[in-house]
């Protein structure tokens, strides 16, 4: 099981675009399963939508790109949270069923290939059992000094 503080050392992402709380299942380099509790306080409720609240797809997806990455990273490499996911592709995605406030969501990430910075994952959000979204995702480690 991985901590937030354990997720901040790994990912590079922060509030309030940090969308994994806790990871309870992890094999480095191979998969993970996070934990995002979707609550009423959530910034992006206020816009999308105010009368009937539903976390936007993109942000499911991007909950699931930040459980891939720690799937793909090795769990103690320090200079994992320098490097930067950018999104290669998002494939054949599907979105089932809406997640609400009050939700905990599930989000699975299994590693299908890491060559050459460029990780594929096979992922999958749930509710309760039930698929909110699932699909492939591509994703390219970068180095952000390089960036610019």
């Known amino acids: 099981m991985l901590s937030n503080l354990d997720i901040r050392k790994i990912i590079p992402h922060r509030f309030p675009f940090l969308l994994v ?3 309870v299942e992890f094999e480095p380099g ?6 995002k509790n979707v609550t009423a306080n959530e910034p992006f409720f206020q816009g999308h939508f105010p009368e009937y609240p539903i976390m936007p ?3 499911i997806v991007e909950a699931l790109a930040q459980t891939a990455g720690i799937a793909a990273s090795n769990g103690t490499d320090k200079d994992a949270a ?8 998002i494939e054949s995605m599907k979105f089932k069923n809406p997640v609400l406030p009050g939700d905990t ?5 299994e590693i299908l290939s890491n060559r050459m910075n460029v990780v594929k994952a096979k992922v999958k959000a749930t509710v309760d059992g039930n698929v909110a979204a ?14 610019l």
């Open 57 to 59: 797809g993109v942000l």
């Open 82 to 89: 320098r490097k930067l996911g950018l999104f290669a592709s």
């Open 105 to 109: 969501l599930r989000l699975e990430a």
């Open 134 to 147: 699932e699909g492939e995702i591509k994703f390219a480690m970068a180095d952000p000094s390089k960036l």
């Open 21 to 23: 709380d806790k990871v």
């Open 30 to 35: 191979k998969s993970a399963v996070g934990i």
